[in-house]
Protein backbone atom coordinates (compact mmCIF):
# COMPACT_ATOMS: atom_id res chain seq x y z
CA UNK A 1 0.00 0.00 0.00
CA UNK A 2 1.16 3.56 -0.74
CA UNK A 3 2.35 5.01 2.60
CA UNK A 4 0.51 8.12 3.97
CA UNK A 5 0.21 10.74 0.89
CA UNK A 6 4.08 9.62 -0.27
CA UNK A 7 5.72 12.25 2.02
CA UNK A 8 8.93 11.62 -0.15
CA UNK A 9 8.56 13.95 -3.65
CA UNK A 10 10.37 14.44 -6.69
CA UNK A 11 11.89 17.81 -7.33
CA UNK A 12 11.23 17.41 -11.23
CA UNK A 13 7.75 15.93 -10.83
CA UNK A 14 6.41 19.08 -8.78
CA UNK A 15 7.93 21.52 -11.23
CA UNK A 16 6.07 19.48 -13.92
CA UNK A 17 2.81 19.96 -11.45
CA UNK A 18 3.52 23.28 -11.26
CA UNK A 19 3.56 24.41 -14.82
CA UNK A 20 0.45 25.59 -15.61
CA UNK A 21 -0.82 28.46 -13.28
CA UNK A 22 -3.68 30.33 -12.76
CA UNK A 23 -1.48 33.36 -13.80
CA UNK A 24 -0.28 32.83 -17.35
CA UNK A 25 -3.14 30.27 -18.68
CA UNK A 26 -6.75 30.75 -18.80
CA UNK A 27 -9.36 28.17 -19.77
CA UNK A 28 -10.28 27.63 -22.84
CA UNK A 29 -13.35 27.68 -22.43
CA UNK A 30 -14.04 30.72 -20.67
CA UNK A 31 -13.20 31.32 -16.58
CA UNK A 32 -15.60 31.43 -13.91
CA UNK A 33 -17.10 34.24 -11.57
CA UNK A 34 -16.25 33.04 -7.72
CA UNK A 35 -14.44 32.07 -4.77
CA UNK A 36 -12.58 28.55 -4.19
CA UNK A 37 -11.59 27.65 -0.65
CA UNK A 38 -8.50 25.91 0.18
CA UNK A 39 -8.03 24.12 4.03
CA UNK A 40 -4.24 24.27 4.22
CA UNK A 41 -3.44 21.15 6.07
CA UNK A 42 0.32 22.14 6.40
CA UNK A 43 0.11 25.74 8.03
CA UNK A 44 -3.03 25.62 9.65
CA UNK A 45 -4.85 28.72 7.08
CA UNK A 46 -7.69 28.46 4.60
CA UNK A 47 -7.12 30.14 0.81
CA UNK A 48 -9.54 32.21 -0.57
CA UNK A 49 -8.72 32.16 -4.75
CA UNK A 50 -10.66 34.45 -6.91
CA UNK A 51 -11.77 31.68 -9.98
CA UNK A 52 -11.81 35.09 -12.20
CA UNK A 53 -8.07 35.60 -12.00
CA UNK A 54 -6.88 32.48 -10.63
CA UNK A 55 -4.98 34.66 -8.40
CA UNK A 56 -5.09 33.91 -4.31
CA UNK A 57 -6.99 36.69 -2.32
CA UNK A 58 -6.66 36.15 0.86
CA UNK A 59 -5.20 33.78 3.28
CA UNK A 60 -6.18 33.37 7.22
CA UNK A 61 -5.55 31.36 9.85
CA UNK A 62 -7.84 28.44 11.37
CA UNK A 63 -7.28 25.52 13.89
CA UNK A 64 -4.58 23.16 13.44
CA UNK A 65 -5.15 20.78 10.67
CA UNK A 66 -7.84 22.09 8.47
CA UNK A 67 -9.00 19.74 6.15
CA UNK A 68 -12.68 19.23 4.96
CA UNK A 69 -14.87 22.43 4.07
CA UNK A 70 -18.58 22.85 3.68
CA UNK A 71 -20.05 25.83 2.52
CA UNK A 72 -23.81 27.34 4.29
CA UNK A 73 -26.99 26.70 1.83
CA UNK A 74 -27.24 30.65 1.02
CA UNK A 75 -23.72 30.43 0.39
CA UNK A 76 -22.08 33.45 2.57
CA UNK A 77 -20.14 31.04 5.29
CA UNK A 78 -17.70 28.42 5.24
CA UNK A 79 -17.01 25.73 7.72
CA UNK A 80 -13.55 24.06 8.30
CA UNK A 81 -12.65 21.10 10.52
CA UNK A 82 -9.73 21.81 12.82
CA UNK A 83 -8.81 17.81 12.61
CA UNK A 84 -5.95 18.51 15.19
CA UNK A 85 -8.06 19.64 17.99
CA UNK A 86 -12.39 19.51 18.92
CA UNK A 87 -13.53 22.44 16.86
CA UNK A 88 -14.72 24.07 13.41
CA UNK A 89 -14.14 27.32 12.08
CA UNK A 90 -17.07 29.97 10.57
CA UNK A 91 -16.21 32.29 8.08
CA UNK A 92 -17.96 34.94 6.21
CA UNK A 93 -17.03 34.47 2.75
CA UNK A 94 -17.20 38.02 1.37
CA UNK A 95 -15.42 39.54 4.02
CA UNK A 96 -12.55 37.07 3.87
CA UNK A 97 -12.84 36.63 7.88
CA UNK A 98 -13.39 34.11 10.91
CA UNK A 99 -16.62 34.48 12.93
CA UNK A 100 -17.03 31.73 14.78
CA UNK A 101 -15.51 29.16 16.45
CA UNK A 102 -17.43 25.97 17.12
CA UNK A 103 -16.24 23.76 20.36
CA UNK A 104 -17.38 20.17 19.39
CA UNK A 105 -16.20 18.79 22.64
CA UNK A 106 -16.02 16.41 24.29
CA UNK A 107 -16.10 14.94 20.20
CA UNK A 108 -12.14 15.15 19.23
CA UNK A 109 -10.60 14.91 15.12
CA UNK A 110 -13.45 15.90 13.05
CA UNK A 111 -13.04 15.59 9.95
CA UNK A 112 -15.70 14.95 6.82
CA UNK A 113 -18.00 17.77 6.83
CA UNK A 114 -21.52 18.60 5.28
CA UNK A 115 -23.07 21.91 5.95
CA UNK A 116 -27.22 20.22 5.48
CA UNK A 117 -30.22 22.77 3.49
CA UNK A 118 -31.84 22.51 7.26
CA UNK A 119 -28.93 24.66 8.82
CA UNK A 120 -26.87 21.89 10.45
CA UNK A 121 -23.13 21.08 10.36
CA UNK A 122 -22.66 17.50 10.52
CA UNK A 123 -19.01 16.10 11.23
CA UNK A 124 -17.60 13.00 11.60
CA UNK A 125 -15.49 13.36 14.86
CA UNK A 126 -12.72 10.45 14.55
CA UNK A 127 -11.21 10.63 17.69
CA UNK A 128 -14.69 9.90 18.91
CA UNK A 129 -15.68 6.62 16.69
CA UNK A 130 -18.98 9.14 15.54
CA UNK A 131 -20.98 11.99 14.10
CA UNK A 132 -21.28 15.11 15.60
CA UNK A 133 -24.40 17.10 14.87
CA UNK A 134 -23.99 20.87 15.14
CA UNK A 135 -27.28 23.14 14.84
CA UNK A 136 -28.00 26.01 13.92
CA UNK A 137 -27.53 29.00 16.43
CA UNK A 138 -30.96 29.83 18.39
CA UNK A 139 -31.83 32.01 21.07
CA UNK A 140 -31.43 35.28 21.98
CA UNK A 141 -27.53 34.30 22.70
CA UNK A 142 -27.31 32.41 19.11
CA UNK A 143 -26.54 29.40 21.05
CA UNK A 144 -25.57 26.01 18.99
CA UNK A 145 -25.73 22.78 20.39
CA UNK A 146 -24.43 19.56 19.64
CA UNK A 147 -25.46 15.90 19.33
CA UNK A 148 -23.22 12.76 18.96
CA UNK A 149 -24.25 9.81 17.00
CA UNK A 150 -21.81 6.43 17.79
CA UNK A 151 -20.20 4.85 14.80
CA UNK A 152 -18.46 2.50 17.42
CA UNK A 153 -16.14 1.96 14.41
CA UNK A 154 -12.69 2.95 14.14
CA UNK A 155 -10.89 5.57 11.77
CA UNK A 156 -14.85 7.87 10.99
CA UNK A 157 -13.50 9.79 8.66
CA UNK A 158 -15.71 10.66 5.58
CA UNK A 159 -19.58 11.12 5.41
CA UNK A 160 -22.19 11.47 2.80
CA UNK A 161 -25.89 12.13 3.52
CA UNK A 162 -29.17 11.10 1.17
CA UNK A 163 -30.81 14.21 -0.31
CA UNK A 164 -34.23 13.95 1.90
CA UNK A 165 -31.56 13.83 5.10
CA UNK A 166 -32.82 10.23 6.07
CA UNK A 167 -29.63 8.73 6.25
CA UNK A 168 -25.60 9.41 5.88
CA UNK A 169 -22.88 7.17 5.28
CA UNK A 170 -19.67 7.08 7.35
CA UNK A 171 -16.36 5.49 5.64
CA UNK A 172 -14.15 3.90 8.64
CA UNK A 173 -11.03 3.61 7.64
CA UNK A 174 -9.53 1.33 10.14
CA UNK A 175 -12.72 -1.07 10.54
CA UNK A 176 -13.22 -1.69 6.92
CA UNK A 177 -16.92 -0.51 7.23
CA UNK A 178 -19.38 2.20 5.70
CA UNK A 179 -21.95 2.90 8.71
CA UNK A 180 -25.16 3.74 7.90
CA UNK A 181 -27.03 5.93 10.27
CA UNK A 182 -30.70 7.18 10.44
CA UNK A 183 -31.03 10.57 10.43
CA UNK A 184 -34.58 10.87 12.16
CA UNK A 185 -33.90 8.55 14.94
CA UNK A 186 -30.10 9.69 15.50
CA UNK A 187 -28.88 6.05 15.67
CA UNK A 188 -27.16 3.41 13.72
CA UNK A 189 -28.34 1.16 11.29
CA UNK A 190 -25.90 -0.92 10.05
CA UNK A 191 -22.01 -1.39 9.36
CA UNK A 192 -21.72 -2.39 5.75
CA UNK A 193 -18.57 -4.31 4.72
CA UNK A 194 -16.55 -1.72 2.50
CA UNK A 195 -13.30 -3.37 1.58
CA UNK A 196 -9.79 -2.99 2.98
CA UNK A 197 -9.54 0.64 3.62
CA UNK A 198 -12.73 2.61 2.69
CA UNK A 199 -12.49 6.55 2.56
CA UNK A 200 -13.87 8.37 -0.06
CA UNK A 201 -17.69 8.34 -0.91
CA UNK A 202 -20.31 10.11 -2.42
CA UNK A 203 -24.62 9.53 -2.41
CA UNK A 204 -25.72 10.36 -6.29
CA UNK A 205 -28.01 12.99 -6.73
CA UNK A 206 -30.96 10.97 -7.00
CA UNK A 207 -30.53 9.22 -3.72
CA UNK A 208 -30.57 5.92 -4.97
CA UNK A 209 -26.84 4.66 -4.87
CA UNK A 210 -23.44 5.32 -2.74
CA UNK A 211 -20.27 4.89 -4.07
CA UNK A 212 -17.59 4.01 -1.74
CA UNK A 213 -13.93 3.54 -3.03
CA UNK A 214 -11.41 1.68 -0.87
CA UNK A 215 -8.39 2.86 -1.38
CA UNK A 216 -6.14 -0.17 -0.18
CA UNK A 217 -8.06 -2.49 -2.97
CA UNK A 218 -8.34 -0.26 -5.65
CA UNK A 219 -12.02 -0.51 -5.74
CA UNK A 220 -15.04 0.98 -6.51
CA UNK A 221 -18.36 -0.17 -4.38
CA UNK A 222 -21.51 0.66 -5.14
CA UNK A 223 -24.24 0.23 -2.04
CA UNK A 224 -27.87 0.73 -2.90
CA UNK A 225 -28.86 3.56 0.08
CA UNK A 226 -31.99 1.73 1.10
CA UNK A 227 -31.35 -2.04 1.18
CA UNK A 228 -27.50 -1.34 1.63
CA UNK A 229 -27.54 -4.34 -0.91
CA UNK A 230 -23.97 -4.02 -2.81
CA UNK A 231 -24.48 -3.50 -6.37
CA UNK A 232 -21.42 -3.55 -7.83
CA UNK A 233 -17.75 -3.77 -7.45
CA UNK A 234 -15.36 -1.74 -10.01
CA UNK A 235 -11.81 -1.77 -10.46
CA UNK A 236 -10.40 1.26 -10.14
CA UNK A 237 -6.55 3.06 -10.63
CA UNK A 238 -4.24 3.27 -7.69
CA UNK A 239 -4.76 4.55 -4.37
CA UNK A 240 -8.42 6.02 -5.31
CA UNK A 241 -8.96 8.17 -2.16
CA UNK A 242 -11.88 10.11 -2.95
CA UNK A 243 -14.97 9.92 -4.89
CA UNK A 244 -17.31 12.87 -6.51
CA UNK A 245 -20.02 12.56 -8.56
CA UNK A 246 -21.59 15.24 -11.51
CA UNK A 247 -23.92 17.06 -10.56
CA UNK A 248 -26.45 15.49 -13.35
CA UNK A 249 -25.85 12.57 -11.82
CA UNK A 250 -23.88 10.84 -14.37
CA UNK A 251 -20.58 10.63 -13.91
CA UNK A 252 -18.61 9.37 -10.79
CA UNK A 253 -15.18 10.14 -10.24
CA UNK A 254 -12.26 8.80 -8.55
CA UNK A 255 -9.20 10.75 -7.32
CA UNK A 256 -6.39 8.53 -7.68
CA UNK A 257 -3.55 9.21 -5.32
CA UNK A 258 -1.56 6.59 -6.75
CA UNK A 259 -1.61 7.42 -10.56
CA UNK A 260 -1.96 11.69 -10.03
CA UNK A 261 -5.08 10.66 -12.33
CA UNK A 262 -8.86 10.91 -12.05
CA UNK A 263 -10.75 7.82 -13.14
CA UNK A 264 -14.30 8.29 -14.75
CA UNK A 265 -17.34 6.03 -14.34
CA UNK A 266 -20.70 5.77 -15.69
CA UNK A 267 -23.27 5.74 -13.20
CA UNK A 268 -25.80 4.21 -14.89
CA UNK A 269 -23.78 1.48 -15.97
CA UNK A 270 -21.45 1.47 -13.59
CA UNK A 271 -18.38 0.62 -15.79
CA UNK A 272 -15.41 2.66 -16.33
CA UNK A 273 -14.87 5.33 -18.99
CA UNK A 274 -11.26 6.27 -19.42
CA UNK A 275 -9.50 8.49 -16.95
CA UNK A 276 -7.77 12.28 -17.37
CA UNK A 277 -4.29 12.92 -16.45
CA UNK A 278 -3.72 15.56 -13.69
CA UNK A 279 0.47 15.19 -12.77
CA UNK A 280 0.77 11.92 -13.85
CA UNK A 281 2.60 11.56 -10.51
CA UNK A 282 1.95 9.65 -6.99
CA UNK A 283 4.40 12.44 -5.63
CA UNK A 284 1.69 15.58 -6.38
CA UNK A 285 0.11 13.79 -3.71
CA UNK A 286 -3.67 14.45 -5.45
CA UNK A 287 -6.44 14.38 -2.70
CA UNK A 288 -9.64 16.21 -2.58
CA UNK A 289 -11.98 16.58 -5.79
CA UNK A 290 -15.12 18.98 -6.23
CA UNK A 291 -17.20 19.72 -9.10
CA UNK A 292 -18.37 23.27 -9.73
CA UNK A 293 -22.23 23.38 -9.48
CA UNK A 294 -22.29 23.25 -13.43
CA UNK A 295 -20.37 20.29 -13.79
CA UNK A 296 -18.25 21.82 -16.26
CA UNK A 297 -15.08 21.91 -14.29
CA UNK A 298 -13.37 20.07 -11.48
CA UNK A 299 -10.74 20.78 -9.10
CA UNK A 300 -8.27 18.70 -7.59
CA UNK A 301 -6.05 19.69 -4.83
CA UNK A 302 -2.60 18.22 -5.29
CA UNK A 303 -0.94 18.62 -1.97
CA UNK A 304 2.42 17.63 -2.93
CA UNK A 305 3.81 21.09 -5.32
CA UNK A 306 0.68 23.13 -3.20
CA UNK A 307 -1.09 23.29 -5.85
CA UNK A 308 -4.88 23.39 -7.09
CA UNK A 309 -5.57 21.92 -10.89
CA UNK A 310 -8.65 23.12 -12.25
CA UNK A 311 -10.11 20.07 -14.57
CA UNK A 312 -12.16 21.05 -17.96
CA UNK A 313 -14.45 18.21 -18.05
CA UNK A 314 -15.37 18.48 -21.44
CA UNK A 315 -11.84 18.62 -22.92
CA UNK A 316 -10.71 16.45 -20.45
CA UNK A 317 -7.62 18.28 -19.39
CA UNK A 318 -6.16 20.53 -16.96
CA UNK A 319 -7.27 23.98 -17.42
CA UNK A 320 -5.29 26.14 -15.07
CA UNK A 321 -3.36 25.53 -11.49
CA UNK A 322 -3.51 27.69 -8.49
CA UNK A 323 -1.10 28.26 -5.66
CA UNK A 324 -2.06 27.71 -2.18
CA UNK A 325 -0.79 27.42 1.02
CA UNK A 326 1.19 24.11 2.51
CA UNK A 327 -1.02 21.15 2.01
CA UNK A 328 -3.93 22.81 0.37
CA UNK A 329 -6.66 19.80 0.58
CA UNK A 330 -9.99 20.69 2.05
CA UNK A 331 -11.90 22.46 -0.70
CA UNK A 332 -15.05 24.56 -0.88
CA UNK A 333 -16.40 26.72 -3.55
CA UNK A 334 -19.27 29.39 -4.36
CA UNK A 335 -20.08 31.07 -7.41
CA UNK A 336 -20.96 34.66 -7.81
CA UNK A 337 -24.82 34.70 -8.32
CA UNK A 338 -24.71 36.90 -11.64
CA UNK A 339 -22.64 33.90 -12.83
CA UNK A 340 -24.47 30.93 -12.32
CA UNK A 341 -27.48 32.86 -14.20
CA UNK A 342 -25.45 32.93 -17.80
Known amino acids: MIGKYLRASSAIVLLAACSL ?26 SFIDLATGEEIARRDTGHLPHEIAISPDGKLAAIVSYGGESIDIFDIAAMEKIETVSLSPARRPHGILWLDDGRIMATTEGSDSVTIVSPPSGEAQQRQTRMIPTGQKGSHMIAVAPDKSRAFVTNMQSGTVSVLDLKQMTKIKDLPAGAVP ?39 SFPIRVAISPDGGTA ?39 APDGKMLYVAETGPDMIAEIDMAAAKVSRRFKVGADGDGLGIIIDSDAAKE
Open 21 to 46: SGQNIAAETGTMSGTLLVGNKGEDSL
Open 199 to 237: EGLAVTPDGETVWVADRSGDMLRVFDTQSLEELATIKTG
Open 253 to 291: VTSNLGDGALGLFDVATRKSTGEIMVSGSAEARQVTILF
